[in-house]
């Protein structure tokens, strides 16, 4: 899903709210006696190109372990934590697999759920038939995997609990944009980043997609594949594109699903991404306002001002919760966002507001905390929030120049402005990192890989659709399929045209006809 930063940075999406409805809280064992029934896996032949200190990386053997539901086996995978310099020092990579249900793989299947952030692991282990249909299931050993920094790969970690219900709930005291505030925020974000570094350690330097992208070729040599297949949502199509600019000639069949521009500054995203969900929004509002339970009356104009008077109420009055949080305006944001990545959700989204009208913020900070992996005791379940910024932080280029910053702010809320007030000064989150040394955004292009399927939403909030559009172009053999509907990514998602192109491109190697459009 995408992961907004309080007060701060919005960018690219991981999961749609169906799968985090379904991941929260699930957590995959190890077991290290377990004495699975995988045994080892012969990793593919070492290349002529590897260096030589990589190769030890490269032909180690994994030993698969049971691990907690039925079919999955687990392993860990050393992996160097700095690629550059591979003798200082190792970091862990945590996968699972299902065995290809047909019992003759193609070879494996390595899915990514997006983020930056979210776990792998996690969406196969718990949401294998929501990840991948049956006939990938059938011919691929299906592996999830947390990249580096998320989860159980030597992950990111910054605050305890209370800490982090602070970070992403305290209300700041400041107007908002004022130079108080900005203050206020400026040194929130580098209290956040020192804690980072410290609890972390060396790792956390080296989270970028740059290096995930290279863990990936790892894995795939370790799984025993000489070519890479990959199927990708959001943030996971960087990913994958990036593999595929590295590494075009083991790039076998990449699906790079709900694509995100790899050309496109931290400025880009947030304006689209903006207008992304003020789409959605009046989306949303057009089903309601045609329905019987709607909260809201008379047009899509008139009910965007409704909620644009809410907004302000709640930032003038927070409203309080049980447990002694204030509801303020980047939470309640966080919560109209959340429904907003599936029309299957908008329901929700209606009882949702229909409380906060009465005054009640209990479904309000649901969402929000299920957003951010928080459970309804206050512990959190995940490290997205840490690890989302590790990797944002150093794959965009941020600008700190506060005038800069208050005129981005003043653009989102002319194109969005029910959402586009609420998504500004997202450069103040990065301006006090640790490490400053960021990411220039450039087109990618893979050249001499094999056909890229690209696939893309028309009304997808948080990857719009342009940027498939811009993936497809930019990649020398991108082919584009397009969905014609709502919601953040579109394989399994219930279009049979979609997923009988993605499971033929995957299993057969088959590309459909020039412009595909599903609905």
Not at 377 to 405: H, I, K, W
Not at 432 to 454: C, L
């Amino acid at each position: 899903m995408t992961r907004i930063r309080r007060r701060t940075l919005l960018t690219i999406g991981a999961l749609a709210t169906a799968v985090a409805l379904t991941l929260t809280g699930c957590v995959t064992a190890f077991f290290p006696d377990g004495g699975g029934s995988g045994g080892a896996s012969t990793p593919a032949p070492v290349t002529d190109d590897l260096a030589g200190d990589l190769v030890p990386f490269y032909e180690q053997q994994l030993a698969w372990e049971s691990c907690e539901g039925e079919g999955f086996e687990c392993a860990t995978v050393a992996a160097p934590m700095d690629w550059e310099n591979p003798a200082d020092g190792d970091i862990e990579l945590s996968i699972v697999r299902q065995r290809a249900t047909g019992g003759d793989p193609i070879g494996s299947l390595l899915l990514n759920p997006g983020g930056p952030g979210a776990s792998g692991v996690d969406l196969v282990a718990d949401s294998v038939d929501f990840a991948a249909g049956e006939p990938l299931q059938r011919d691929f050993d299906i592996v999830g995997f947390d990249p580096r920094g998320v989860e159980r790969s030597t992950p990111v970690r910054c605050l305890d609990a209370e800490d982090m219900d602070a970070y992403l709930y305290d209300l700041p005291t400041a107007e908002k944009g004022s130079d108080a505030w900005i203050a206020e925020i400026t040194d929130s974000s580098a209290r956040f980043g020192a804690a980072c570094a410290a609890k972390t350690g060396e790792s956390l330097e080296f989270v970028t997609t740059v290096n995930a992208a290279r863990d990936l070729d790892l894995l795939r040599a370790v799984l025993g594949d000489d070519e890479l297949y990959y199927l990708g949502y959001s943030y996971g199509t960087f990913l994958g594109a990036t593999y595929a600019e590295l590494y075009p000639e083991r790039a076998g069949r990449l699906v790079l699903d709900g694509a995100i521009d790899p050309s496109a500054s931290i400025t880009d995203v947030n304006v689209a991404q903006s207008k992304g969900f003020e789409s959605a929004l009046a989306a949303y509002l057009e089903d309601c306002l045609d329905g019987t339970d709607c909260p809201f009356s008379g047009t899509v104009d008139e009910a965007k001002q409704d909620i644009t008077a809410l907004l302000s109420s709640v930032e003038q009055s927070p409203l309080p919760a049980s447990d002694g949080r204030q509801l303020g305006t980047s939470t309640l944001v966080t919560a109209i966002i959340y429904p907003l990545y599936s029309a299957a959700s908008w329901p929700y989204l209606s009882q949702m507001f229909e409380q906060v009208m009465s005054g009640d913020p209990t479904y309000a900070f649901y969402f929000a905390d299920q957003y951010n992996g928080r459970d309804e005791d206050g512990e959190y379940l995940n490290n997205q929030t840490e690890a989302f910024s590790a990797y944002n932080c150093r794959d965009y280029t941020f600008d700190p120049d506060v005038e800069t910053m208050r005129a981005n702010a003043e653009e989102l809320a002319a194109v969005a402005p029910v959402i586009g007030p609420y998504m500004g000064y997202g450069d103040i989150g990065c301006s006090a990192w640790p490490y400053p040394e960021q990411a220039d955004r450039d087109e990618i292009h893979a050249e001499g890989a094999a056909p890229i399927m690209v696939v893309g939403t028309t009304n997808d909030p948080a990857t719009p659709y342009q940027w498939a559009e811009a993936l497809a172009e930019q990649l020398e053999s991108g082919f584009l399929v397009t969905y014609e509907g709502e919601g953040h990514t579109a394989y399994n998602k219930g279009s049979d045209c979609v997923n009988a192109a993605v499971e033929a491109f995957l299993v057969d190697g088959t590309v459909p006809q020039e412009g595909l459009t599903c609905d």
